[in-house]
């Protein structure tokens, strides 16, 4: 074989690294990220030198929770994107302690012991109870030397006292041992909660027209991180708007921190697919024609589909790239109205460490103006619940959320709010106004029941007292109720409601009541049930 000569070997080394691309590793950071509700878009980037032609750039450090199908990398003038890759870094991947798998042995050793002691104990506590039932002295003869019982006696109180004395000592050494093992498996906990995790990289190939400095920006998708909306509602008096303030609480534990980024908030699932339910035909079969149990179709969405409905297919998360309208509300966000999701895009950067404990994030303050007034249902509570109607409320891309209450500065309890309703108005609830006072009470000398024929009569009779002590005007709307029957047997008339609006559909019987300042007002509520003598009425 001939060896190769020095000048023709150095030609190789130059021109090998042309061929085979230049590795390069970035120093990263994280520039941006967009959160949805499930999941998030993080945005990475760095400054490297390209030298001219193929090269290899490695960004490390990367989470090991990344969707592969979502890395993207963006392109330059100077140069060519020809693949973008994911892979467990197996050169950066942790060392564990030593002396953990020791930890583990000695927990295991620990754990038999205590099962060794439990065991010994139980079984001196059976040979206690074993010589406690047979204390009697018998024996073969009448009478027992005085020598002999002395010896029983001695043999008795020797052997109870050793055995009462290894119980306690071995009930103290399991002591040390519980003691010992919540010490080691703490320990384990603490090292499982924070050990190292396995470390990822994105391997981006370029094809370069020249050497030269760029700045290289990479994208993907982690699922390790998530957002949920959340309220406070503020209201100094009946008489002020609402102020809405709307949060976000961010978490996320992709083991890299987001230190001073730019955050946008979604309300997009990536994780949920893409692809509209396509319909199969319907088809109607009689029941006789299979029998019981030998129905081939399957019910889906309340109704039986054949056997031929599919399943329908999800796809991965597509970003929506129509725009309707962009506004500013508030001067911590700006909202972004896609065409299928809203984001808030945060004016200020945050921190978001990698520890999954949620990060209070402000987003808008927005004042709203509302129509007050007091609801109560006092069959059921005879407290007064204050609400504000907000009408126009579509315009502030509001998700579904819990809401904290502050009226005339006080905390008064959690409300939910809920945008996804169909009416025009949207109904906050502003906690109980205890300035309201309510008293629901039966008539007693109303309440009767009274046999004609074969009939009989009960009568029902309930009193409503309501007080405004408040120094304004109060708006009450007060809701109670009449029995309904579908049994042509059973008759039920009203015989006095105050006033109140019945609707013979749903026999609610409503009332709206004005009440000035200290005033109070009654509301008589009674109705008669008329069905047959000898057939019990139920829920009367």
């Given at each position: 074989?001939?060896?190769?000569?020095?000048?023709?070997?150095?030609?190789?080394?130059?021109?090998?690294?042309?061929?085979?691309?230049?590795?390069?590793?970035?120093?990263?950071?994280?520039?941006?990220?967009?959160?949805?509700?499930?999941?998030?878009?993080?945005?990475?980037?760095?400054?490297?030198?390209?030298?001219?032609?193929?090269?290899?750039?490695?960004?490390?450090?990367?989470?090991?929770?990344?969707?592969?199908?979502?890395?993207?990398?963006?392109?330059?003038?100077?140069?060519?994107?020809?693949?973008?890759?994911?892979?467990?870094?197996?050169?950066?991947?942790?060392?564990?302690?030593?002396?953990?798998?020791?930890?583990?042995?000695?927990?295991?050793?620990?754990?038999?012991?205590?099962?060794?002691?439990?065991?010994?104990?139980?079984?001196?506590?059976?040979?206690?109870?074993?010589?406690?039932?047979?204390?009697?002295?018998?024996?073969?003869?009448?009478?027992?030397?005085?020598?002999?019982?002395?010896?029983?006696?001695?043999?008795?109180?020797?052997?109870?006292?050793?055995?009462?004395?290894?119980?306690?000592?071995?009930?103290?050494?399991?002591?040390?041992?519980?003691?010992?093992?919540?010490?080691?498996?703490?320990?384990?906990?603490?090292?499982?909660?924070?050990?190292?995790?396995?470390?990822?990289?994105?391997?981006?190939?370029?094809?370069?027209?020249?050497?030269?400095?760029?700045?290289?920006?990479?994208?993907?998708?982690?699922?390790?991180?998530?957002?949920?909306?959340?309220?406070?509602l503020r209201s100094k008096n009946t008489d002020s708007p609402v102020e809405l303030t709307f949060r976000a609480k961010v978490r996320q534990s992709t083991d890299n921190d987001w230190d001073n980024v730019k955050l946008n908030l979604s309300s997009g699932n990536p994780s949920i697919g893409g692809n509209p339910p396509a319909l199969s035909p319907w088809y109607l079969y009689l029941q006789e024609a299979y029998g019981q149990g030998r129905n081939r179709m399957s019910k889906r969405n309340g109704y039986y589909m054949g056997n031929g409905a599919d399943e329908y297919s999800e796809d991965k998360y597509k970003e929506e790239i129509s725009s309707t309208y962009a506004s500013e509300l508030g001067n911590m966000a700006m909202v972004n109205e896609r065409l299928i999701s809203t984001e808030f895009n945060l004016t200020v950067p945050y921190d978001i460490p990698s520890s999954n404990q949620f990060q209070e994030v402000q987003m808008q303050t927005i004042s709203l103006s509302a129509d007050y007034r007091h609801f109560a249902v006092p069959k059921l509570n005879t407290d007064a619940y204050l609400t504000a109607d907000v009408v126009n409320w579509q315009q502030y891309s509001l998700l579904p959320g819990?809401?904290?209450?502050?009226?005339?500065?006080?905390?008064?309890?959690?409300?939910?709010?809920?945008?996804?309703?169909?009416?025009?108005?949207?109904?906050?609830?502003?906690?109980?106004?205890?300035?309201?006072?309510?008293?629901?009470?039966?008539?007693?000398?109303?309440?009767?029941?009274?046999?004609?024929?074969?009939?009989?009569?009960t009568t029902k009779a309930h009193k409503i007292t309501v007080m405004n002590t408040r120094p304004t005007p109060v708006t009450l709307r007060l809701e109670d109720q009449l029995p309904l029957t579908t049994d042509e047997d059973i008759t039920i008339e009203a015989t006095e409601l105050s006033g109140g609006q019945h609707d013979l559909e749903t026999?609610?019987?409503?009332?709206?009541?004005?009440?000035?300042?200290?005033?109070?007002?009654?509301?008589?509520?009674?109705?008669?049930?008329?069905?047959?003598?000898?057939?019990?009425?139920?829920?009367l």
């Open positions: 074989m001939k060896i190769a000569s020095p000048f023709l070997m150095a030609v190789l080394f130059a021109i090998t690294p042309y061929f085979i691309g230049a590795q390069t590793n970035v120093n990263s950071k994280i520039d941006e990220v967009t959160v949805y509700l499930e999941g998030a878009v993080v945005e990475r980037s760095g400054t490297v030198n390209l030298k001219a032609g193929p090269n290899e750039l490695r960004f490390s450090g990367i989470t090991q929770y990344i969707y592969p199908n979502s890395l993207q990398a963006a392109g330059g003038d100077n140069y060519v994107i020809t693949s973008v890759s994911f892979q467990i870094d197996r050169d950066a991947q942790a060392q564990y302690p030593a002396n953990i798998e020791a930890k583990r042995d000695s927990l295991d050793d620990a754990q038999f012991d205590q099962r060794a002691k439990a065991a010994l104990r139980e079984t001196f506590h059976e040979e206690l109870m074993l010589l406690q039932q047979n204390r009697s002295i018998n024996g073969n003869q009448n009478v027992l030397l005085v020598e002999d019982i002395e010896e029983m006696a001695d043999f008795y109180r020797e052997r109870i006292k050793e055995i009462k004395y290894k119980i306690l000592e071995l009930e103290d050494e399991e002591q040390d041992l519980v003691m010992l093992i919540s010490r080691l498996q703490r320990e384990l906990q603490d090292f499982n909660a924070n050990r190292p995790r396995n470390v990822g990289e994105i391997i981006v190939k370029l094809d370069a027209k020249k050497a030269g400095s760029v700045k290289l920006e990479v994208s993907y998708y982690v699922t390790q991180a998530g957002w949920v909306p959340t309220y406070d819990e809401a904290s209450i502050y009226f005339e500065g006080d905390y008064v309890g959690t409300s939910y709010i809920d945008p996804y309703q169909t009416t025009d108005t949207l109904q906050l609830s502003m906690g109980r106004d205890p300035g309201v006072i309510i008293d629901h009470e039966q008539i007693k000398e109303f309440c009767k029941t009274s046999t004609f024929g074969g009939r009989k009569t026999g609610k019987v409503t009332w709206d009541l004005e009440l000035a300042p200290g005033e109070s007002k009654e509301i008589i509520i009674s109705f008669t049930v008329k069905y047959p003598r000898k057939k019990p009425i139920a829920n």
